[in-house]
C-alpha cells in the first residue's frame, strides 16, 4: 500500500523536500496558481494510505510550479502576487491596497451600499462562481462597475469573511469609516460588525463578532477623499 503526503489546506497530493518543507503546487489539480502552503513546513501535510487504484484517483497531484522559485511571504503576512490563473484574469480593482503590485482575496464594507468581494486570479465568469459559493444559494450577487468587483448584500459581512478565511491563509478587510464620527454607548452597545464610526466596529459587543480571527496587520488608506481602515488577518 502506497502512503502519499496531502497538503492539508488543499487536498492536493504534494512534494515535501529534503528541508521538510513542501514544494510550491496548485491548490487546483493542473492548476496554475501557488497554494498557500507552498514552502511552508510539513505541518500543513497529513499522510493518507492509498490501498487501492480506485482510492488513489481521489486525490490528484497537483503539477508542480517551480518555475514560480520559493513562496516568500512579507513581513506584514501578505502572500506576494503568483501568475493569473487565467490568462483572462481580470485586474484588481484599483483602489484596492497593494504590496509590490500583489492583491489579497478581499472583503470591504463601504459607508453606503452593497459589500464588494474581490478574488484575485481568475477570469470574471470564474469570480461570479466563486462568489456565488461564498454565499447561500438564495443570496444574490452582482458585479459593481464603479467598484470594479462583485457586491453582496452587507448582511452576509460575516459569512462572506469567514468563508474567504477557510479558503486562503489571509484575507483583506477593509471598511469605510469616517474619523468624526465619535464611539457612543449606542455604537457601543451594538453586536454586528456594521458600522462607520472611529471605532470600526472594534468596541461592538466587545469585539466578539471577530471571534477566532487573527489580525497581521492594519492600516489606513484615503479613497477619493474617504477614509478606509483595512486589517490583514485569517483564522486563530
Given at each position: 500500500?502506497?502512503?502519499?503526503?496531502?497538503?492539508?489546506?488543499?487536498?492536493?497530493i504534494v512534494t515535501v523536500n529534503k528541508n521538510g518543507k513542501i514544494e510550491t503546487h496548485s491548490p487546483e489539480p493542473?492548476?496554475?496558481?501557488?497554494?498557500?502552503?507552498?514552502?511552508?513546513?510539513?505541518?500543513?501535510?497529513?499522510?493518507?494510505?492509498?490501498?487501492?487504484?480506485?482510492?488513489?484517483?481521489?486525490?490528484?497531484?497537483?503539477?508542480?510550479?517551480?518555475?514560480?522559485?520559493?513562496?516568500?511571504?512579507?513581513?506584514?503576512?501578505?502572500?506576494?502576487?503568483?501568475?493569473?490563473?487565467?490568462?483572462?484574469?481580470?485586474?484588481?480593482?484599483?483602489?484596492?491596497?497593494?504590496?509590490?503590485?500583489?492583491?489579497?482575496?478581499?472583503?470591504?464594507?463601504?459607508?453606503?451600499?452593497?459589500?464588494?468581494?474581490?478574488?484575485?486570479?481568475?477570469?470574471?465568469?470564474?469570480?461570479?462562481?466563486?462568489?456565488?459559493?461564498?454565499?447561500?444559494?438564495?443570496?444574490?450577487?452582482?458585479?459593481?462597475?464603479?467598484?470594479?468587483?462583485?457586491?453582496?448584500?452587507?448582511?452576509?459581512?460575516?459569512?462572506?469573511?469567514?468563508?474567504?478565511?477557510?479558503?486562503?491563509?489571509?484575507?483583506?478587510?477593509?471598511?469605510?469609516?469616517?474619523?468624526?464620527?465619535?464611539?457612543?454607548?449606542?455604537?457601543?452597545?451594538?453586536?454586528?460588525?456594521?458600522?462607520?464610526?472611529?471605532?470600526?466596529?472594534?468596541?461592538?459587543?466587545?469585539?466578539?463578532?471577530?471571534?477566532?480571527?487573527?489580525?497581521?496587520?492594519?492600516?489606513?488608506?484615503?479613497?477619493?477623499?474617504?477614509?478606509?481602515?483595512?486589517?490583514?488577518?485569517?483564522?486563530?
Open positions: 500500500m502506497a502512503v502519499l503526503p496531502v497538503c492539508q489546506d488543499c487536498c492536493q493542473y492548476g496554475e496558481r501557488a497554494c498557500n502552503a507552498s514552502g511552508l513546513l510539513t505541518g500543513r501535510v497529513r499522510d493518507i494510505v492509498v490501498s487501492s487504484a480506485l482510492r488513489a484517483h481521489a486525490v490528484r497531484r497537483s503539477r508542480p510550479t517551480t518555475s514560480w522559485g520559493p513562496v516568500r511571504v512579507h513581513k506584514s503576512g501578505l502572500l506576494p502576487r503568483m501568475p493569473d490563473a487565467a490568462p483572462d484574469a481580470m485586474p484588481a480593482p484599483k483602489w484596492l491596497p497593494h504590496l509590490k503590485g500583489g492583491t489579497l482575496a478581499s472583503v470591504t464594507l463601504p459607508a453606503a451600499g452593497w459589500l464588494g468581494v474581490w478574488l484575485p486570479g481568475y477570469a470574471k465568469p470564474t469570480q461570479a462562481y466563486r462568489v456565488e459559493a461564498l454565499t447561500q444559494r438564495n443570496v444574490t450577487s452582482a458585479w459593481s462597475a464603479r467598484m470594479e468587483c462583485w457586491t453582496v448584500n452587507n448582511q452576509h459581512f460575516l459569512s462572506v469573511a469567514n468563508a474567504l478565511m477557510r479558503r486562503h491563509e489571509k484575507i483583506l478587510v477593509g471598511r469605510e469609516y469616517n474619523p468624526r464620527e465619535k464611539c457612543t454607548s449606542s455604537c457601543k452597545a451594538a453586536r454586528g460588525p456594521l458600522c462607520t464610526c472611529s471605532c470600526h466596529a472594534k468596541h461592538h459587543g466587545g469585539g466578539r463578532w471577530m471571534a477566532g480571527w487573527c489580525v497581521a496587520e492594519e492600516f489606513g488608506t484615503v479613497v477619493d477623499g474617504s477614509r478606509w481602515h483595512w486589517m490583514i488577518t485569517g483564522k486563530a
